[in-house]
Nanobody, 116 residues
Framework: QVQLVESGGGLVQAGESLRLSCAAS???????MGWYRQAPGKQRELVAA???????NYADSVKARFTIRRDYIKNTVFLQMNSLKPEDTAVYYC???????????WGQGTEVTVFS
C-alpha cells in the first residue's frame, strides 16, 4: 500500500507559478507517477507522467509550461507549473501506478485556482 499526499495548491493570478508536491509513504521507484487534474464538470485528465526509466509525458495543453520531476530519495514527485492560465484551474491529483501487480493509488487532491 502506498499513500500519496499532495500539497502546494492555491489561488494565483494568471501568469504566476505554483509547485505541487506529492509525498509517497513508500518507495516509488517501480511506479509510473502521474499528475492528473479534474475541472468542475469535466473528466479527470492526465497532465504529466514519469515512468520508472525517467521518460516523461505531458498533455499538449501544458507542454513547455509544466515540468514533472521525481525525487527517488525523498519518494516525492513534483509538478512545477509556470505561466498558469485560468483554464488550468482544477483539482490536481497524484497517481502511482505499477503495471506488475496492477497497483494503482491516488492522493486526495490539491486545488489550484487561477484567476485573470
Amino acid at each position: 500500500q502506498v499513500q500519496l499526499v499532495e500539497s502546494g495548491g492555491g489561488l494565483v493570478q494568471a501568469g504566476e507559478s505554483l509547485r505541487l508536491s506529492c509525498a509517497a509513504s513508500a518507495s516509488i521507484y517501480a511506479y509510473t507517477m502521474g499528475w492528473y487534474r479534474q475541472a468542475p464538470g469535466k473528466q479527470r485528465e492526465l497532465v504529466a507522467a514519469v515512468i520508472p526509466s525517467g521518460n516523461k509525458n505531458y498533455a499538449d495543453s501544458v507542454k513547455a509550461r509544466f515540468t514533472i520531476r521525481r525525487d527517488y530519495i525523498k519518494n516525492t514527485v513534483f509538478l512545477q507549473m509556470n505561466s498558469l492560465k485560468p483554464e488550468d484551474t482544477a483539482v490536481y491529483y497524484c497517481n502511482a501506478f505499477r503495471s506488475v501487480g496492477g497497483n494503482n493509488y491516488w492522493g486526495q487532491g490539491t486545488e489550484v485556482t487561477v484567476f485573470s
